[in-house]
């Protein structure tokens, strides 16, 4: 209805009971059409394997975004109904759904390198992250559903291709020994070559020779058995069992109903894990994940991939620059001492200085952590050269620059040999002989001591810098060793953590080292054959100075699980002291926590009864780190609650001189819903005082100091983000 022309509203228009009746009967009569129709719909693609909704998560986001936004979303919302949603989406327009929504994911990367959207990074990056896992799982799966035939000609032509080089191999092999042309026909290699355009013959003829290959242990002659078992021979079975082993395998039907159902109950595990991070769902995931590997065509490549990014993918990252690094490792030295040593011919003594700085130098490494230490330094020395004839006196200032390569794979440092490179200078500033009381003849005596020396200034320095390489290189080489050979300090230090990493089943099942010019890149996974890991962090996670500390909730969710806290009865002191306990082993110093509140005393005889699943759980989003709770509270002389959803967000807020822990409104809800409303209310009051008396708001000091032989360096926390299941520190 256009503007300005009548408004009929209910009042003025009311229809009659019946005709509202006749409505409702319509639309549940075509709710119900269009239910049925739905259901019938043939399952193509993503549908059956979807969720028929759009996932709230991302709804709720969309939700978020101011109103100069509004319209955008309001288009991401109609792409991603289009998506989950529309019931006849074939194939073809599932694609286009899919190509439209990551369309709309490119808008999201620009707008978070654009300074104007920073007020909604949070609402971008949980965009970000959440859309892009289910577009690129989306297409992982519609890929997998149309593998088939071409995947199984694939593997044949590759098995083809490794029988046919094996073959040629023997062939070779054969035509350079004695005899050899027999051993060719009894394994048929000639034909075996010609034939293996034609799969259906080459088969039986393969067979065959499989036979014989595989009764080579019963050969009576000793000798024939021992040569069969050359690696020619090998290498020919192993490529003959590849390719009647392919060649045996069924072709992969894309329609499967086995895999079709596999692969939602693979979506659906990942929604529920979406939601709230839990190990029955984690499990499932895994579970679904190895049945796809089974029915897949290309064994849940394609899958796997998709996972492997965003779901099982490294949940520890710590990216630090050079200059961070350098401000915790490069020192400086001022050395003094005398002088004395024989230099042609003449007794040289006196004094030198020298200043040497030491820093890292980070070098590009793909495979492992690569570094120089280099330590540049500077030589001043005043001295004077006595022979017989005359005394010289030279000032010296020479410069050194020595390197040596420091490699890490994340279980151990290693060493090469260091190099330098040395510049010497010496200045003659005087000289005086036996006749320098002399008037007149003494200056000149004097001065042609000063051109003789001078003449051999080129070998005295030669002679500088030989002195230089020899004091300096085998100190330096033999500090560095000293510190990060094997058997070194940092080896062995580092040893320790890893076996209380061990002990504690801590120890990461994957990780990678890598450096650039100007970072170094640290990326480890805790993560079990039941387990999720993490996902790829988006980049606005990383402040680009400093050293940043990512940490997924994953991790955080993995590592409570092994704190063996599941089923069992704790007070506030209990839990902490384990914690404590756990930290201590880990980190090889005592570690404690400030108590800034002493607990009432009211508070101090209950106890958290933690379910035997998911007793603690984490989940970061939206700047804020979710902490739920799954336990009931023991209390003395008093009854028992049965175990509550307990879930306390987190908020984290950096200062001038503090970081600030700042505990949300605590929501309680009970796991056995048959209590009824006032029981349960009086049961979620005490549950919420004793939360929030063991929960209180908290300020740690954002500065500390780091103290690394002997060398201290003042460090500071500068950033803080909870986002997209990350929580990064930033440290300067």
């Not at 997998?144 to 062939?171: F, H, I, M, N, W």
């Not at 009894?186 to 036979?211: F, I, K, N």
């Not at 490294?314 to 620059?321: D, E, F, G, P």
């Not at 400030?594 to 005889?605: G, I, T, V």
Request: aromatic fraction near 6%; include cysteine; charge should be neutral.
């Amino acid at each position: 209805m256009s503007a300005g022309r009548t408004n009929y509203s209910l009042k003025a228009y009311r229809p009659s009971q019946s005709i509202w009746g006749l409505v409702l009967v319509g639309a549940v009569l075509c709710g119900a059409w269009a239910t049925n129709a739905a259901d019938d719909a043939p399952a193509v693609g993503l549908r059956g394997i979807f969720p028929g909704d759009v996932p709230l998560d991302l709804t709720a986001t969309i939700a978020s975004l101011p109103d100069t936004w509004q319209e955008w979303g309001a288009g991401l919302t109609a792409d991603l109904t289009t998506l989950y949603e529309q019931p006849g989406l074939d194939v073809s327009g599932q694609r286009q759904a899919i190509a439209a929504l990551e369309a709309r994911l490119k808008t999201v990367r620009t707008s978070l390198a654009d300074s104007r959207y920073k007020a909604i990074t949070n609402q971008l990056v949980a965009l970000q992250g959440g859309l892009k896992r289910r577009l690129d799982l989306g297409k992982a799966i519609l890929d997998t559903l149309e593998l088939g035939p071409q995947v199984k000609a694939a593997q044949v032509d590759s098995a083809r291709q490794q029988v046919s080089g094996a073959a040629s191999a023997l062939d070779r092999y054969l035509g350079s020994v004695k005899g050899g042309d027999g051993w060719a026909r009894y394994l048929q290699v000639g034909d075996v070559r010609g034939q293996l355009g034609d799969e259906g013959q080459s088969v039986a003829t393969l067979a065959a020779v499989q036979t014989r290959l595989k009764g080579k242990d019963a050969l009576e002659d000793a000798s024939a058995r021992d040569f069969m078992a050359r690696p020619q021979f090998a290498a020919y079975e192993t490529a003959v069992d590849e390719y009647l082993s392919v060649a045996a395998t069924p072709v992969a039907d894309p329609a499967n109903p086995e895999l079709r159902k596999a692969l939602a109950e693979l979506v659906s595990g990942v929604e529920v894990y979406e939601t709230g991070r839990t190990s029955a769902a984690a499990a499932g995931v895994r579970k679904a994940f190895d049945t796809v590997r089974r029915l897949a065509a290309d064994g849940g490549d394609r899958i796997s991939k998709a996972l492997q990014t965003n779901y099982l993918n490294y949940n520890m990252r710590v990216v630090a620059s050079e200059a961070f690094l350098n401000r915790l490792i490069a020192e400086t030295r001022l050395e003094t001492g005398g002088v004395r040593d024989c230099i042609l011919g003449a007794d040289v003594s006196g004094c030198q200085t020298t200043l040497t700085s030491v820093n890292v130098n980070l070098i590009p490494s793909a495979g492992v952590a690569m570094f120089d230490l280099v330590a540049n330094g500077s030589i001043t020395s005043n001295t004077v050269g006595s022979t017989d004839q005359a005394d010289i006196y030279t000032q010296g200032n020479h410069s050194f620059t020595a390197s040596k390569r420091v490699l890490f794979n994340g279980d151990a440092f290693w060493t090469e040999p260091a190099r330098i490179s040395v510049n010497a200078h010496n200045m003659t500033v005087g000289a005086s002989t036996n006749f320098s009381w002399v008037p007149l003849l003494g200056r000149v005596a004097d001065n042609f001591a000063v051109s003789r020396a001078e003449d051999m200034r080129g070998e005295s320095e030669a002679i500088a810098r030989s002195r230089v390489r020899d004091n300096v290189l085998p100190r330096f080489n033999s500090e560095v060793d000293k510190q990060f050979s094997p058997g070194g300090t940092s080896n062995n230090e580092f040893a320790e953590r890893l076996e209380a990493m061990k002990s504690l089943q801590l120890y990461p099942d994957a990780k990678s080292f890598s450096t650039t010019d100007s970072e170094l890149r640290v990326s480890t996974r805790l993560m079990s054959g039941s387990e999720l890991g993490g996902s790829d962090p988006n980049p606005a996670l990383v402040l680009g100075r400093g050293v940043t500390i990512l940490i997924h909730e994953s991790l955080m969710n993995n590592a409570t699980d092994r704190l063996d806290i599941k089923g069992q009865t704790l007070t506030d002191d209990q839990l902490q002291a384990r914690i404590e306990q756990n930290l201590t082993q880990l980190m090889g110093r005592d570690v404690k926590f400030k108590n800034d509140k002493p607990q009432a005393a009211e508070e101090s005889d209950k106890s958290l009864a933690f379910d035997t699943s998911d007793p603690i759980r984490f989940q970061v989003t939206d700047g804020t780190v979710v902490v739920t709770l799954r336990a009931g509270l023991k209390q003395e002389g008093k009854e028992e609650i049965p175990t509550q959803i307990i879930t306390l967000p987190l908020q984290f807020v950096v200062n001038s001189s503090n970081v600030v822990i700042e505990p949300g409104a605590v929501s309680i809800e009970a796991v056995d819903k048959s209590a009824n409303a006032a029981t349960q209310g009086v049961r979620a009051g005490v549950i919420k005082k004793k939360i929030e008396a063991a929960f209180p708001r908290r300020e740690i000091d954002r500065v500390s100091t780091v103290e690394r032989q002997g060398k201290k360096a003042v460090v500071a926390v500068t950033r803080i983000k909870a986002l997209d299941g990350w929580l990064s520190i930033t440290f300067e």
